[in-house]
C-alpha cells in the first residue's frame, strides 16, 4: 500500500482492501447525513494467542452480539459475524499485532433508480438499501499485560447531553465529543457525565467509556443500564461476570463526589484509574486497591483466556 500512511494504517470499503488515502464513500451515504449507523472498536492483540500464534480480536464473540443488537436496534439488515472476516482481513493486510480496528455499518446510499428525488433524503429510509462498511487498523502500544499498574486519568464532570438510547452504539457522537472538548479545556483527560433524572444527578458513564466506583461505604458499583442510559461496554460486561462483587445500581452525583476510588473501563481504557476530579485527587491522587485489583484481573483474563474471554 501507498501513501502517506502506507504500513501504519489500512482501510477496508465494501469488500476492498485499500490504502486510507484511496477509501471513498458517497457523501449521500445516510451514515453522512443523518449519522444513520453504528460501529464498534476491537482491540488487536498479542497476548493470550500463545507461542507462535497469531494476533487476534479481544472478546470477538461479544463485539458481534452488541454489534447485532445496535444494527437490530436500527433494522439495518448485515451479518455481524462478518465483522470478524473483515478484521482478519485487516489484520493480515496489515501485519499489525498490536491494534485497534474501527467498523462502522451505515445505512447507505440512496440511489436515485426508480425512486422520487426526495428518496435522497427522507427520514424514513427508503427500503432495499445496501450498508455501507468501512472499517480501518491502526496500530496500538503492546498491550503489557504483565503490567499490572493500572493507566491513570484526571478526569472532569460534564452534562450529559445525549440521548435516551445510548445502549445504541451509534456513530452519532456530538454529545460525547462536546463533553469531551469541555473537559479538554478544563486541562482533563476525559469527562464523566452527569445525568439529570427523575432520582436527581446520576453519574452515567465517561465520554469514551463505562465508569465504576468504590463508594464511601466500600460499595464497589457501575451504573445500571436502565440507570442512565448507557453503552454496554464490553470491558464492563467482562467484569462483571468475573467479579462478583462488582454491584450495578444508581451512582449519585453525590456517590461519585465522595467516592473511594473512581475508574473508567473500556476497550482502550482497560481499566484506568481516576486520579483527579474536578482538580481534587481522588484516593489521594493515585490508583487504589480495588482498582489495581481490576486492571490486574483483566490483563489475567487477558493474557489467559484465548478467545473466550
Ligand atoms: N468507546 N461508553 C462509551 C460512551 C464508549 O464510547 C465506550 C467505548 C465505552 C466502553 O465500551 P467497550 O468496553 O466496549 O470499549 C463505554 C470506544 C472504544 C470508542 O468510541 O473509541
Given at each position: 500500500?501507498?501513501?502517506?500512511?502506507?504500513?501504519?494504517?489500512?482501510?477496508?470499503?465494501?469488500?476492498?482492501?485499500?490504502?486510507?488515502?484511496?477509501?471513498?464513500?458517497?457523501?449521500?451515504?445516510?451514515?453522512?447525513?443523518f449519522a444513520d449507523g453504528v460501529y464498534e472498536a476491537l482491540r488487536v492483540t498479542m497476548a493470550g494467542a500463545g507461542a507462535?500464534?497469531?494476533?487476534?480480536?479481544?472478546?470477538?464473540?461479544?463485539?458481534?452480539?452488541?454489534?447485532a443488537r445496535s444494527l437490530g436496534a436500527l433494522s439495518i439488515p448485515w451479518p455481524a459475524g462478518e465483522m470478524l472476516t473483515?478484521?482478519?482481513?485487516?489484520?493480515?493486510?496489515?501485519?499489525?499485532?498490536?491494534?485497534?480496528?474501527?467498523?462502522?455499518?451505515?445505512?447507505?446510499?440512496?440511489?436515485?433508480?426508480?425512486?422520487?428525488?426526495?428518496?435522497?433524503?427522507?427520514?424514513?429510509?427508503?427500503?432495499?438499501?445496501?450498508?455501507?462498511?468501512?472499517?480501518?487498523?491502526?496500530?496500538?502500544?503492546?498491550?503489557?499485560?504483565?503490567?499490572?499498574?493500572?493507566?491513570?486519568?484526571?478526569?472532569?464532570?460534564?452534562?450529559?447531553?445525549?440521548?435516551?438510547?445510548?445502549?445504541?452504539?451509534?456513530?452519532?457522537?456530538?454529545?460525547?465529543?462536546?463533553?469531551?472538548?469541555?473537559?479538554?479545556?478544563?486541562?482533563?483527560?476525559?469527562?464523566?457525565?452527569?445525568?439529570?433524572?427523575?432520582?436527581?444527578?446520576?453519574?452515567?458513564?465517561?465520554?469514551?467509556?463505562?465508569?465504576?466506583?468504590?463508594?464511601?461505604?466500600?460499595?464497589?458499583?457501575?451504573?445500571?443500564?436502565?440507570?442512565?442510559?448507557?453503552?454496554?461496554?464490553?470491558?464492563?460486561?467482562?467484569?462483571?461476570?468475573?467479579?462478583?462483587?462488582?454491584?450495578?445500581?444508581?451512582?449519585?452525583?453525590?456517590?461519585?463526589?465522595?467516592?473511594?476510588?473512581?475508574?473508567?473501563?473500556?476497550?482502550?481504557?482497560?481499566?484506568?484509574?481516576?486520579?483527579?476530579?474536578?482538580?481534587?485527587?481522588?484516593?489521594?491522587?493515585?490508583?487504589?486497591?480495588?482498582?489495581?485489583?481490576?486492571?490486574?484481573?483483566l490483563m489475567e483474563l487477558v493474557a489467559r483466556a484465548g478467545e473466550d474471554i
Amino acid at each position: 500500500m501507498r501513501g502517506v500512511y502506507a504500513g501504519v494504517v489500512l482501510a477496508y470499503v465494501n469488500g476492498e482492501l485499500c490504502a486510507p488515502e484511496a477509501a471513498r464513500v458517497s457523501p449521500f451515504d445516510r451514515g453522512y447525513l443523518f449519522a444513520d449507523g453504528v460501529y464498534e472498536a476491537l482491540r488487536v492483540t498479542m497476548a493470550g494467542a500463545g507461542a507462535g500464534g497469531d494476533p487476534r480480536v479481544v472478546a470477538p464473540h461479544r463485539h458481534v452480539r452488541r454489534l447485532a443488537r445496535s444494527l437490530g436496534a436500527l433494522s439495518i439488515p448485515w451479518p455481524a459475524g462478518e465483522m470478524l472476516t473483515v478484521a482478519k482481513q485487516l489484520i493480515e493486510g496489515s501485519r499489525l499485532s498490536e491494534a485497534l480496528i474501527y467498523f462502522q455499518v451505515t445505512r447507505g446510499v440512496p440511489g436515485l433508480a426508480g425512486r422520487a428525488p426526495q428518496a435522497l433524503r427522507t427520514h424514513v429510509p427508503p427500503a432495499g438499501l445496501t450498508p455501507t462498511v468501512f472499517a480501518f487498523i491502526r496500530p496500538m502500544p503492546r498491550l503489557d499485560t504483565a503490567e499490572l499498574a493500572p493507566p491513570t486519568k484526571r478526569c472532569a464532570t460534564g452534562a450529559d447531553m445525549r440521548w435516551l438510547r445510548c445502549d445504541i452504539k451509534s456513530i452519532a457522537l456530538l454529545g460525547n465529543v462536546l463533553a469531551s472538548v469541555q473537559a479538554a479545556g478544563a486541562g482533563a483527560e476525559e469527562a464523566i457525565l452527569l445525568r439529570s433524572t427523575p432520582l436527581g444527578r446520576v453519574a452515567s458513564e465517561g465520554s469514551l467509556t463505562n465508569l465504576a466506583v468504590v463508594r464511601a461505604d466500600g460499595v464497589l458499583m457501575t451504573p445500571a443500564l436502565e440507570s442512565a442510559s448507557i453503552l454496554p461496554g464490553i470491558t464492563r460486561e467482562i467484569l462483571l461476570d468475573n467479579n462478583t462483587d462488582l454491584a450495578e445500581g444508581v451512582v449519585t452525583e453525590a456517590d461519585l463526589r465522595a467516592a473511594r476510588e473512581v475508574m473508567l473501563l473500556g476497550t482502550t481504557a482497560a481499566v484506568t484509574a481516576v486520579t483527579h476530579l474536578d482538580g481534587a485527587p481522588v484516593h489521594d491522587g493515585g490508583a487504589g486497591p480495588i482498582t489495581r485489583r481490576l486492571h490486574a484481573g483483566l490483563m489475567e483474563l487477558v493474557a489467559r483466556a484465548g478467545e473466550d474471554i
